[in-house]
């Protein structure tokens, strides 16, 4: 079946710094969907990215899907405090609406 | 607007009881319907996904199972729990179109089986 792996599965920043976590998909997808889980928190729909090569810019994140629709990655620049969370990657692989999960990767500021 | 509600909160439940979680939305019709599992600290497993009533996707059967009763229902159920059913259990819905769209999360139930 359809794997989403992410990388790192932690990392820990000092405020200020830059961030940056990647995901890979075992199959093509049609559509890449990142999401923010803060602690003890439901995870909360960040974008979608549908076509190969996309770049959508969010303030400080910056959200990329590969040419080949089977990775993607979210950039956070100057890291804040506010950052704090796990960040999902999502995709559905052929339009059924089955959406897995990444791994996630969890992100830590330090202030 | 929609809304999701997602309930029970939290439930403390002994080893081999049965289990009902229940999952409603309002303000939209025809909605996907998802359940997803989060073990502590870990990622989001789904479970069952539905399309439409009485249409579900079983994604890990073992000894869970899911019901859409009505359009925006969708019902978590297990005879005989198991420890390893621990866990922070997601209901999410989105708009059905011919591409998937956004998920909305309930707030989640927290279930832990001693």
């Known amino acids: 079946g359809q794997q989403v792996m992410q990388i790192p599965q932690y990392q820990h920043v000092q405020e200020g710094e830059d961030f940056t976590t990647y995901c890979n998909s075992s199959t093509t997808l049609s559509n890449i969907q990142w999401y923010k889980q803060r602690p003890g928190g439901h995870p909360v729909f960040l974008i979608q990215l549908v076509k190969s090569g996309e770049v959508k810019k969010q303030k400080r994140l910056t959200f990329q899907f590969g040419e080949a629709k089977k990775n993607s990655s979210l950039h956070i620049t100057a890291t804040q405090t506010t950052d704090v969370g796990t960040y999902f990657c999502?995709?559905?692989?052929?339009?059924?609406?089955?959406?897995?999960f990444g791994t996630g990767t969890k992100l830590q500021v330090i202030p | 607007s929609q809304t999701i509600h997602q309930w029970p909160a939290t439930l403390v439940q002994p080893v081999g009881s049965p289990l009902s979680l229940e999952c409603t939305v309002e303000g939209t019709s025809n909605p996907n319907l998802y359940w997803y599992r989060q073990a502590a600290g870990r990622g989001l497993q789904l479970l069952f996904y539905?399309?439409?009533?009485?249409?579900i996707s079983s994604e890990v059967p073992q000894n869970l199972s899911a019901s859409r009763p009505q359009d925006r229902q969708f019902i978590l159920s297990s005879k005989k729990l198991l420890l390893s059913d621990s866990g922070f259990y997601l209901c999410?819905?989105?708009?059905?179109?011919?591409?998937?769209?956004?998920?909305?999360f309930g707030e989640g139930s927290r279930l832990t089986v001693l």
């Open positions: 999410a819905w989105s708009v059905r179109s011919g591409s998937t769209g956004e998920l909305f």
């Open positions: 999502a995709g559905d692989s052929g339009g059924y609406q089955k959406v897995t």
């Open positions: 539905s399309v439409g009533i009485g249409q």
